[in-house]
């Protein structure tokens, strides 16, 4: 046996929505719905006038608590050269204590400040340079030269050494050169990609399928999250069991709703296997009534209205 659940009518909807929307912002409804010269009055806004079509939904939900566990162990490690350090985004949890990691907006792991480090360049040995023969001298330090001297009377031609210190390496004979590894840095610097220190929290997630498929999804989840008593729908401890009670308890059924259905289903069981996560609540499954408005000047928007005729909450984008 089941049990059919009483959907709302569409003037309490409209009613509920009106309410509300008047206690939101009165100067917009009064422009949207009201009369030049004529007072503005709240009970000539009727559904008949405004809503142009309905539709009849249904959205399915249940909530799960899933525990998050430490962020994927391991670490990679960068070597870079010194000017490349400061293109990296570091960050830094010293002190910090543990994130939360629904809050946490980065990747998972990201690169550590307090793991940067100096490593002494290995092809220069930490110096800087690379010591070479002096190309000019060939390694001598000198630079020789041969003066042809004219000799006495008959000017007989004699040749004279003439050596001076090489200018290109100071006399000493070698060069000094930039590393090409480190580009003269004397050190690489190494750091570390680590993982965020993530808390290990647990925390309920709500989960909604809709067949109106609206912009609201996420709020209703969360709505349905805090305050499940204010809203009524009909439970099941099982998937099997709502399935195939789906539309007697609706008294309705088309095919968003059965793509719905299957949605919600795979969701489900995705859960079930998840051993990371657990089913904390019975499956509900709400009746929606969809309702499409037009104002007075034009202006289109819908209503939402999710539960029983006991029960419901609205949602809007007036
Ligand atoms: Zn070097
Ligand atoms: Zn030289």
Redesign the pocket.
């Known amino acids: 046996m089941s049990v059919r659940i009483k959907t709302p009518n569409l003037d309490e909807i409209f009613e509920k929505w009106k309410q509300k929307a008047v206690r939101t912002d009165k100067k917009k409804m009064e422009k949207q719905f009201g009369t030049k010269g004529a007072v503005f009055s709240l009970d000539a806004v009727s559904a008949a006038e405004y809503v142009k079509d309905t539709m009849k939904e249904a959205a399915i939900y249940f909530a799960v608590k899933k525990s998050l566990g430490p962020a994927p162990k391991g670490k990679e490690e960068n070597l870079v050269l010194a000017p490349k350090v400061s293109r990296e985004q570091y960050y830094s949890f010293k002190g910090a204590g543990n994130i939360n990691k629904e809050n946490w907006k980065s990747n998972d792991m990201v690169p550590h400040y307090e793991s940067i480090q100096a490593v002494p ?10 010591e070479n023969k002096c190309k000019t001298c060939k390694g001598t330090g000198k630079i020789e030269e041969t003066l042809t001297v004219l000799v006495g009377e008959e000017q007989k031609k004699e040749k004279k050494i003439f050596s001076y210190p090489c200018g290109a390496c100071y006399g000493t004979g070698n060069r000094q050169e ?9 050190n ?1 610097y190494k750091y570390e990609v680590l993982p965020v220190p993530f808390k290990t929290v647990i925390t309920g997630v709500p989960i909604l399928h809709s067949s109106a498929q609206t912009r609201y999804e996420k709020q209703i989840g969360d709505d349905l999250h805090k305050m499940i008593e204010d809203v009524e729908g009909i439970r099941f401890s099982d998937f099997k069991e709502l399935e195939s009670k789906v539309e007697p308890s609706l008294g309705y059924m088309n095919k968003n709703i059965s793509k719905t259905v299957g949605a919600a289903r795979s969701d489900y069981r995705t859960y079930e296997k998840d051993k990371d996560a657990q089913i904390t609540s019975q499956i509900y499954l709400f009746p929606m009534i969809q309702m499409f408005c037009e104002t007075k000047r034009g202006s289109k928007f819908e209503i939402y209205s999710l539960g029983s005729g006991n029960k419901f909450m609205i949602y809007s984008n007036f």
């Open positions: 360049c290995k092809n220069c040995k930490g110096k800087g340079y690379m930039p590393c090409k590894e480190c580009g003269g840095h004397k690489m």
